[in-house]
């Protein structure tokens, strides 16, 4: 479970996320959604630690991590995996030396075990034949997806994505959604999505939190979703005419 | 106050740096890897710059030479004072800033904005140093050998192409690099290929860690290190050449 409390961040004097608060279950995904410029990927990136808050705490199953020093900073940070919005995989090594990477970095497993877990955690998002290719060579859903697995290899405690779904045609984007919320599942996993995408929304939305211009607005689940009459959710939500008339039958019914 | 800005940045950024590594096979690994990509395959592009540069500093030195009271054997003599003093280590130094200052610049540039920086910091790894002390580290070790091979195909330019237009006779040419050398040159120029081995890997990378935005961004920030590291060597030479010819 990770829990934030009262979070506030501003870049050079601009306030950018406002007095946020929030808990993230384990075993759920928890989605943070919002327009474009509304403050998620800095909400995010403040939980993981890549941006320093200006106030609040932070806290990764009641152990804060604003607080922390750096060594144990370090090694909180061995039990998160990240998902980032270009899939973020180093270039110069191919699918397989990517997802190996954190294991060659912090485990002791033998090269055997360790060729195991690559091949286990390959296998679990589907990639096929294409462990020697390099991440050039590779479509945008297969960077995503050899992303999962490289944030999964550890076995870590808590997951993170940003835009998982962003630059993906609509059917592997369901994919990477299935994908995502089984691993919750099967490794009951805390895992925090970013996205504005609103099929994810109403496919693995467990726990939602929509934040507009910095500020929580409306928290929920997906089913919690359509009938909201927050003004400011209804206006990101709806503004898809497709949702509009889901919302229309569900209310006819 | 930008530079002292600038200035402060470059040091917690080598504060960082040189911070104990997570794990030191892979550091090694990485220091081979960067050994081969930014010493072993710059030697070609030395070899033909200082084959060139030593046939023309010899043709330069002989047409220079209109006296008949000089002997022959100077022409030898400046083009290897010149080669072991300045062009092999500062000349050099210049090209190499341009040729392997841009490439990490760009390189870790390219990673910062595709958050491949974000995404090892994410996993606890020291990013700062694991990119960049292998490079430094490669680059101080290759520099100095960098240089001792300038140096030779340097002399061997003088050697095939002053005999060929017939400015200077093969013995004369060789008995002038033999004459009154002084080993100390040598030692002078190889501590200052350390420093500028040094400030090339580290301004480099300082521009490429610390670069936001994109492409554009990245393209700049190569220039603003290439720009910076040619005036850091000029002033460390001209330091150098005071404190201990």
């Known amino acids: 479970m990770i829990e934030i409390k009262n979070i506030y961040k501003s870049f050079e004097h601009k306030s950018v996320l406002k007095n946020i608060s929030k808990v993230f279950n384990q075993g759920e995904t928890n989605l943070i959604i919002g327009r474009s410029g509304s403050g998620k990927t800095v909400l995010l990136k403040s939980i993981v630690g890549l941006h320093k808050i200006d106030k609040g705490q932070i806290l990764y199953d009641q152990r804060d991590f604003t607080s922390m020093g750096q060594k144990l900073r370090k090694s909180l940070r061995q039990e998160m995996g990240m998902v980032f919005q270009g899939g973020a995989l180093f270039d110069s090594l191919t699918v397989e030396e990517n997802v190996r990477f954190p294991l060659d970095m912090f485990s002791n497993l033998s090269s055997i075990q360790k060729q195991k877990q690559v091949d286990y955690c390959l296998e679990r998002v589907n990639i096929v034949n294409a462990n020697k290719l390099s991440p050039s060579e590779i479509s945008g859903g297969m960077k995503k997806r050899v992303a999962i697995a490289r944030a999964i290899v550890l076995n870590p405690k808590y997951l993170f994505c940003d835009e998982p779904n962003s630059g993906l045609d609509p059917e592997t984007s369901l994919v990477i959604d299935a994908l995502i919320r089984s691993i919750t599942i099967d490794l009951q996993i805390t895992t925090i999505i970013n996205t504005h995408d609103m099929n994810s929304v109403m496919e693995i939305g467990d726990n939602i939190l929509f934040i507009s211009e910095g500020e929580m607005c409306w928290e929920g689940n997906r089913k919690d979703i359509l009938h909201s009459d927050n003004q400011k959710l209804q206006e990101f939500v709806f503004a898809n005419k497709q949702y509009q008339k889901i919302r229309d039958d569900k209310m006819n019914e | ?245």
Not at chain 2, 112 to 139: F, H, R
């Open chain 2, 1 to 245: 106050m930008d530079i002292l800005n600038q200035t402060g940045r470059y040091f917690a950024l080598l504060l960082k740096v040189f911070s104990k590594p997570e794990r030191h096979s892979l550091y090694m690994r990485q220091t081979f890897n960067e050994i081969e990509n930014l010493g072993i395959q710059s030697v070609g592009i030395v070899a033909i710059i200082s084959i060139f540069m030593g046939g023309i500093m010899t043709l330069q030195v002989a047409y220079n030479m209109t006296s008949p009271l000089l002997p022959k054997t100077l022409i030898g003599l400046g083009n290897r004072d010149s080669l072991i003093l300045e062009f092999s280590s500062t000349i050099m130094g210049l090209i190499m800033a341009g040729k392997i200052g841009s490439n990490i610049t760009s390189e870790i540039g390219s990673m910062k904005v595709t958050e491949q920086i974000d995404s090892l910091e994410i996993m606890g790894v020291n990013s700062a140093s694991y990119l960049i002390l292998p490079k430094i580290v490669a680059v101080v070790l290759m520099f100095p050998l960098l240089y001792i091979l300038s140096v030779f195909f340097g002399i061997v330019g003088g050697l095939i192409v002053g005999p060929a237009v017939g400015a200077v006779n093969i013995t004369d040419y060789i008995n002038g690099i033999q004459y009154e050398f002084n080993p100390y040159y040598v030692t002078f120029s190889l501590i200052k290929c350390l420093v500028f081995g040094f400030l090339i890997a580290s301004v480099s990378a300082f521009f490429g860690y610390t670069v936001e935005g994109g492409a554009f961004d990245v393209g700049s920030a190569s220039t603003r290190a290439v720009v910076n590291t040619n005036i850091l060597i000029l002033v460390w030479d001209l330091i150098l050449t005071q404190l201990i010819l």
